[in-house]
């Protein structure tokens, strides 16, 4: 058969990262297949809609690399992909359901219902509406809610592809709101009807939705169409493993990543490795590859835990694999404005912050005041006692050791002037005078700060002349 699967996420204003997983494992089973992907946005409760999700979604699928056939931009033959624009499908099915008898308005209040519920709780058992169905039906005018009537009360069996068959008591069905007040169609009946509309095969959802199952396949009964196959992905852990990874244990959308320096292709990796593992000992897999190895079976049913150093490690890895015009492409955002005018220095420091940065979100705050690469927009005013090594604090040797550094830089022609041959150039010295000695005071000269790149990459990424200038002025402060 043709794999349809679908992505349908609700737009309210936040893509956590176990959604947009669900839209990997979707998206890689259909290229999979050569089949067909469907965007469907699933915007039914009013209430919690956020201006300018649908384009927050969108925008976080692209920068996955993930497109859609069909989509809130792209309809298809089945009509509309946006739910609120498919009214009158779901009130269509929902007529066919009254005519049938398998529907009916619900004729009580909401304090009614709830003075039920309550009933139910105080004497300990589930509240079932079922048990509070009236013996004769009004005519449905749109007015109240319809409701769903279960016509036969059994235990429901299923097989999901990642959890193996699973089956639930009578005590799970119930009368459940098909179409509400406000004329628009709850998610149990509204999914299950755009899921056949759409021809979806192949549903992938998080767990929370196994509970439900058997409302969902009662529905299917009273429609008298097939349901898709399910497969229902493991939950994305928080670190200690004892619960699902929510907003308050640093859950974060999708797009803060990017804006933190994350290469999409690194987290659609790691993502993908949270519940599947390939067949071969291997983790960094560029997107072909993926859905080369991708299949269902190897889908875990244990939850997995996202692990934001191991994401950082695959980051890294990816960092790795570009070329420097590549680097430069993905870093140019997070380069502070200032240095994007330093284009020779910024050719210099490029060799030190691919060797540094996990994620391209860390280039900015090294080179902010005080930090590491702070030395390189300006020299910070220092005393010159801080150019005494503490071994030797003498003023006279400090000035003794940097005028030979000066010197020796001098020599060095402007286009051999790296930080290999600078450390060649002034090795020997440091190690008959002494390490501290020598390459303490040119550190400090260089910088101005005692934590800071060694000495001979400080002076390639400053350039001759600026290096041979700071020398000057620390043995101008030692005078």
Same mark, same amino acid.
């Given at each position: ?6 992505? /349908? ?36 409760? +009013? ?9 927050? %979604? ?19 033959? *089945? ?136 409302? *969902? ?7 008298? %169409? ?56 291997? #983790? ?8 080369? #190895? ?19 490690? *695959? ?10 015009? #590549?680097?430069? +492409? ?41 930090? #590491? ?10 005393? /010159? ?59 400090? /000269?260089?910088?101005? +700060? ?30």
């Amino acid at each position: 058969m043709k794999i349809i699967t679908r992505f /349908a996420p609700s737009p309210t204003g936040f893509m956590h990262i176990g959604g947009v997983r669900t839209a990997l494992f979707a998206y890689l089973w259909v290229k999979k297949n050569d089949g067909t992907f469907i965007l469907r946005i699933e915007d039914t409760d +009013q209430e919690r809609l956020v201006p300018g999700s649908v384009e927050h %979604i969108k925008e976080a699928l692209s920068w996955f690399g993930i497109d859609w056939n069909y989509g809130p931009d792209k309809p298809g033959p *089945f009509g509309s992909c946006i739910q609120s624009e498919r009214l009158e499908i779901y009130k269509k099915y929902a007529l066919e359901l009254e005519k049938k008898g398998l529907a009916y308005p619900d004729p009580y209040t909401k304090e009614e219902v709830e003075a039920f519920r309550k009933t139910a709780e105080a004497e300990k058992k589930p509240f079932l509406y079922r048990e509070h169905r009236p013996e004769t039906f009004q005519k449905w005018d749109g007015t109240k809610p319809l409701r769903l009537k279960v016509s036969e009360i059994k235990k429901y069996k299923w097989h999901d592809i990642v959890r193996g068959d699973l089956e639930a008591g009578e005590a799970a069905l119930d009368d459940f709101v098909l179409i509400k007040s406000d004329g628009f169609p709850t998610y149990n009946f509204a999914h299950i009807i755009d899921d056949y509309e759409m021809g979806i095969t192949h549903v992938f959802r998080a767990d929370e939705f196994i509970s439900s199952t058997p409302r *969902f396949l009662s529905l299917y009964d009273a429609l008298g %169409i097939k349901p898709p196959l399910f497969a229902t992905l493991p939950p994305i852990l928080r670190d200690d493993r004892t619960k699902k990874l929510g907003k308050r244990d640093g859950a974060k959308d999708v797009l803060e990543y990017r804006a933190e320096g994350y290469m999409p292709e690194a987290l659609f990796n790691y993502l993908t490795l949270l519940g599947w593992h390939p067949t071969r000992d291997k #983790e960094v897999m560029n997107v072909p590859e993926l859905i080369s #190895e991708f299949t269902l079976e190897r889908i875990q049913k244990g939850g997995a835990v996202f692990d934001i150093e191991k994401l950082n490690w *695959f980051n890294k890895e990816y960092i790795n694999k570009l070329s420097d015009v #590549e680097f430069d +492409q993905h870093s140019k955002n997070f380069v502070p404005e200032w240095l994007a005018d330093m284009k020779d220095e910024y050719a210099r420091l490029r060799q030190l912050l691919r060797e540094k940065v996990s994620t391209f979100g860390e280039i900015g705050p090294m080179f902010e005041r005080g930090s #590491e690469l702070g030395f390189v927009r300006e020299l910070s005013d220092y005393l /010159a006692d801080m150019l005494l090594w503490k071994k030797n604090p003498s003023r006279e040797e400090a000035a003794k050791h940097l005028a030979f550094a000066k010197e020796t830089l001098t020599s060095i022609d402007t286009d051999k002037f790296t930080a290999e041959t600078i450390k060649e150039s002034l090795w020997k010295y440091a190690e008959d005078k002494g390490r501290g000695d020598v390459l303490w005071p040119l550190r400090v /000269a260089l910088t101005g +700060q005692e934590k800071s790149p060694d000495p001979f990459m400080s002076a390639f990424i400053l350039g001759k002349v600026e290096s041979l200038a700071r020398i000057e002025k620390a043995i101008g402060k030692l005078k």
